[in-house]
């Protein structure tokens, strides 16, 4: 039997409590079994007369948890467009790219992550193949297609009014919702997705589109199967109804007024902001050739609703860290850390607490509370050493080249592998035939 002994390091555990220096973390298995004092590890009281305790001085490195990315869109493939995801992604390219990109949330130091809709039902597939050892990634949790009403959500017209596209799924009516809901259930599914808002092309913002009734059906009917409800929510009303209706998690939950966080209070659902894509766009589009245009809604969309969470937060509500990954403006393995910088510079809250929001309150998302998220004996061994002290400043979780082990279910993950690569295949992504109208006046004046 052989034993890992993490000897010398940093030892942040994920519960919030201050770091520990020199503290010693031993690996049997899956899991961790002890820390604490190294000397005693060292000895001959572990295991027994056949053990080999292995060492790993990471003497000056800091030990923490994996981190847990509670919103991920696993089978999106990084679109730069709706238009490309919902008409230009095959369903078995898609669980190939899927597979093919998975690799790079471990090389991330993503031990765990919630995917809560995708293309085609691939995540359940995802997920197990996973579990099974044919796909290398982090442990998964995953909901199948997003249940939309047919006003749709964020893709306009490009839903259809019955059946499925891309990540959607139309439910016309109650009796839809409850069928719906138990057929992902028996496909697999580990928790419901409903999307709860949606954009009217002829108005601004996104305005709830599910009646309190609907939500309930489905809430009533996942619940009794002893599966969780997830939604999104873009509007106060809708995350006020979804919190009565018994959703367990409300992604971003924008402009959240008093009387829905009294229902989220209430109702013990967890909140996940999700701010990660709109701070990219806020902050770095233009980098990445987007235009300027939603840059300011944005910014204020994070102020306003960064100011609920903060009260949300201090009222004992469960905050979870989602990085929206999947999209070309948060590709994967590079943006899994963001939230926490925007929890530290948007909700005032210190590095330490937004860790814990990314680790052990990640738990609440894979529905795996006291099994990961901290360091602590009998916890699953997911566990980062990483060369820096996230204490002082979260953004160095996103520096890759800082990552010196990372474990996952307690297997050593070789980060010496090149990163993923691969070329675009042909129409899969699509191009736009200008950027302006090529009018007289361009050519001529
Ligand atoms: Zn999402």
């Known amino acids: 039997m052989t034993l890992t002994l ?25 899991r961790i079994v002890g820390l604490g004092d190294a000397v005693s590890y060292q000895g001959k009281n572990v295991g027994g007369a ?9 003497t000056g490195l800091t030990v923490m948890p994996g981190l847990i990315d509670s919103h991920c869109h696993i089978t999106l ?26 690799k790079k949330l471990l090389l991330a130091g993503v031990t765990s992550f919630l995917d809560a809709d995708g293309l085609y039902n691939i995540g359940p597939a995802l997920r197990d193949a996973i ?41 016309r009516n109650r009796d839809e919702m409850v ?26 913002g996104e305005v709830a589109v599910w009646t309190f009734e609907e939500l309930k059906t489905v809430c009533d009917t996942a619940h009794d199967l002893g599966t969780r409800v997830v939604a999104h929510c873009r509007g106060a009303q809708s995350t006020r109804d979804a919190a009565k209706a018994g959703v ?8 959240m007024d008093d009387s829905a966080l009294e229902a989220v209070l209430e109702s013990g659902s967890a909140l996940c902001p999700v701010f990660t894509f709109l701070a990219n766009l806020a902050d770095h589009g233009p980098k990445a050739g987007s235009t300027g245009a939603a840059q300011d809604v944005f910014r204020s969309e994070m102020e306003q609703t960064g100011a609920m969470m903060r009260k949300a937060y201090d ?37 330490l607490q937004a860790i814990s929001c990314c680790t052990a309150n990640g738990a609440i998302a894979l529905d795996q509370v006291g099994e990961v998220g901290t360091l ?49 295949l042909r129409g899969e992504s699509v191009s736009s035939w200008s950027a302006v109208a090529l009018t007289w006046d361009l050519v001529n004046r």
């Open 248 to 255: 367990d998690i409300i992604f971003h939950a924008s402009y």
């Open 315 to 351: 009222s004992g509500v469960p905050l979870l860290c989602g990085s929206e990954s999947g999209f070309s403006l948060t590709p994967y393995g590079h943006w899994h850390h963001r939230e926490m910088e925007v929890f530290v510079e948007h909700l005032g809250l210190s590095p």
């Open 50 to 58: 056949d053990t080999h305790v292995e060492v790993l001085d990471v």
């Open 77 to 102: 493939g990084e679109p730069a467009s709706n238009d490309e995801l919902f008409f230009h992604r095959e369903p078995a390219f898609a669980a190939m790219l899927a597979a093919f990109n998975v």
């Open 179 to 204: 069928l719906a809901t138990r057929r992902q259930i028996k496909q697999g599914a580990d928790v419901i997705k409903i999307h709860a808002t949606g954009a009217i092309p002829t108005k601004t």
């Open 376 to 424: 602590q004996a009998g916890r699953r061994a997911d566990v980062l050493v990483l060369d820096g002290d996230p204490s002082r400043d979260v953004s160095i979780l996103g520096d890759k080249g800082r990552l010196r082990h990372v474990f996952c279910r307690g297997e050593q993950v070789d980060l010496s592998v090149p990163w993923p690569q691969r070329q675009p």
């Open 131 to 171: 579990e099974s050892g044919m796909v290398q990634g982090p442990t998964m949790r995953s909901g199948g297609y997003a249940l939309m009403t047919a006003v749709g959500g964020t893709a306009g017209r490009m839903i259809p009014d019955e059946g499925t596209a891309g990540y959607a799924e139309v439910v």
């Open 6 to 30: 993490l000897r010398g390091g940093t030892v942040i555990d994920g519960t919030g409590t201050p770091p520990r220096p020199d503290t010693a973390l031993l690996i049997d298995g899956d």
